[in-house]
């Protein structure tokens, strides 16, 4: 059966903090790995990751793929109260555009 | 600006009732649409693929009796909760992109059924 596992499940830090959440995958039929933030509605695109490590960046978000040992981790450097939020990995499977979620970290970043 | 447009993004209504929902793709057109169930702190769960002109694939576990789903042009998407119980209660949720872009998502549905 197809899955995805993050973890941590739930992240408390300060403020200026840097943090890393993994994404680790079991899924038959592999497109590609995503990354997603959710706030209060539906998940914003973050990053997506076909090729092995090849480091993706935006601002003071990066994320890299291993397909050799099936994982992905998102880094956020110099958190801010508004990088709080629930980050969900998700991987595409097959030719239709499907995608398979995580449970999802939630962090929440202190003042 | 946003891709997928879904709608409504709030309803609530008595036991019985059914509900339409709507995804539409405004920037380009999709074959296939999903559509995803969120309940409170957990992660989206892939419900249903919908295909444009033939019938959609459901998940294991989904009633296609129970959650209709209508993909007539290839910019909207329909989801049609017939005879909506409290325990239909729950964020929907479509996406639509082709196989080289990232799925985009709509704003979601909260739909409370009383």
């Known amino acids: 059966e197809d899955k995805v596992v993050q973890s941590p499940l739930s992240l408390v830090v300060h403020e200026g903090d840097t943090v890393t959440l993994n994404c680790s995958y079991e899924v038959t039929n592999f497109r590609s790995l995503l990354w997603y933030k959710q706030e209060k509605k539906a998940p914003t695109f973050l990053f997506m990751l076909t090729s092995s490590g090849i480091e993706k960046k935006s601002g003071r978000l990066s994320s890299i793929l291993d397909k050799k040992e099936l994982f992905s981790i998102l880094n956020i450097t110099a958190t801010q109260t508004g990088d709080s939020a629930v980050y969900l990995c998700?991987?595409?499977?097959?030719?239709?555009?499907?995608?398979?979620f995580g449970q999802g970290t939630t962090l929440q970043v202190k003042p | 600006g946003a891709v997928v447009s879904q709608h409504p993004s709030w309803v609530i209504c008595k036991s019985g009732t059914s509900v339409k929902i709507e995804c539409r793709s405004l920037?380009?057109?999709?074959?296939?649409m999903f559509w995803y169930r969120q309940f409170p702190k957990q992660s989206l769960m892939l419900m249903a693929t919908s295909n444009e002109g033939s019938k959609a694939t459901y998940e294991q576990g989904v009633e296609k009796d129970k959650f209709l789903i209508n993909h007539a042009s290839l910019t909207l998407s329909t989801l049609t909760v017939t005879s909506a119980h409290p325990e239909d209660s729950s964020f929907y949720i479509c996406?639509?992109?082709?196989?080289?872009?990232?799925?985009?998502f709509g704003d979601g549905t909260r739909l409370s059924i009383l």
């Open positions: 996406s639509a992109g082709d196989n080289n872009q990232p799925q985009h």
């Open positions: 920037d380009f057109q999709a074959t296939t």
């Open positions: 998700a991987v595409g499977s097959g030719n239709t555009g499907k995608l398979i």
